[in-house]
Every structure is written in structure tokens, then in C-alpha cells.
């Protein structure tokens, strides 16, 4: 069985900083991409930061700039450093990954944590 356990979110000033951590755990093979999506009530989950296993980086757009997304792959952790933080990124942050397991080996798996919520008051 494979967990993705968030840590890190809070109540935060604008213009604050935050740093989220996501740690994958279980009978894990390989990971592949990891990130982090957001979503507010009423609202789909969007993408605010992939990076692959070899450390290429993706961001939306309006986090660009003030978001850094990184991961450890020894330690099987992605984190995500949110700067210069706005009330529009308020939101519960998802840790995503693909992840094979080793009962499947090379197919890869969508896998999400629990959310951890950040708030930037307005």
C-alpha cells in the first residue's frame, strides 16, 4: 500500500512564505512525476507544480516566479516553497505522484494525499 502524507500548510500574511512536504511511503518501485494541485470549494483541482524524476519543472502560470517546486528522491519527497503568497492562492494543496509499486512493477499509478490547507487572508 503507498501513502502520500502532506505536511506544512497553514495561516499565512500576504506577501508570507510557506513550505509544503509531501513524503511517499509503502512497497514503492519507482516514482515518476511528482507535484501539487489546488482546489478551492466548488471548484475543480488545478496543477500548480509538476517535476519529473530527472528534475524538470512545470508550473502554472500565475505561480511562476513565487513558487518553487523540488523533490528528494532518496528520501522520497517533493516539496513546494510558496512565496510573495496572495489571497487568491488560498486553497487545499494535493501531493500528487506516479508511483509503480512493487507488485506492478513498471505500471505507473495516479496516487494524491490528503490535502493540507493554506490560507492568505485578503
Known amino acids: 500500500q503507498v501513502q502520500l502524507v502532506e505536511s506544512g500548510g497553514g495561516l499565512v500574511q500576504p506577501g508570507g512564505s510557506l513550505k509544503l512536504s509531501c513524503a511517499a511511503s509503502?512497497?514503492?518501485?519507482?516514482?515518476?512525476?511528482m507535484g501539487w494541485y489546488r482546489q478551492v470549494p466548488g471548484k475543480q483541482r488545478d496543477r500548480v507544480a509538476l517535476?519529473?524524476?530527472?528534475?524538470?519543472?512545470n508550473y502554472e502560470d500565475s505561480v511562476t516566479g513565487r513558487f518553487t517546486i523540488s523533490r528528494d528522491n532518496a528520501k522520497k519527497t517533493v516539496y513546494l516553497q510558496l512565496n510573495s503568497l496572495k489571497p487568491e492562492d488560498t486553497g487545499v494543496y494535493y501531493c500528487?505522484?506516479?508511483?509503480?509499486?512493487?507488485?506492478?512493477?513498471?505500471?505507473?499509478?495516479?496516487?494524491w494525499g490528503q490535502g493540507t490547507q493554506v490560507t492568505v487572508p485578503s
Open positions: 500528487y505522484a506516479q508511483i509503480s509499486t512493487i507488485a506492478t512493477m513498471i505500471s505507473y499509478q495516479d496516487y
Open positions: 509503502g512497497s514503492i518501485f519507482s516514482i515518476n512525476t
Open positions: 517535476i519529473t524524476r530527472t528534475g524538470r519543472t
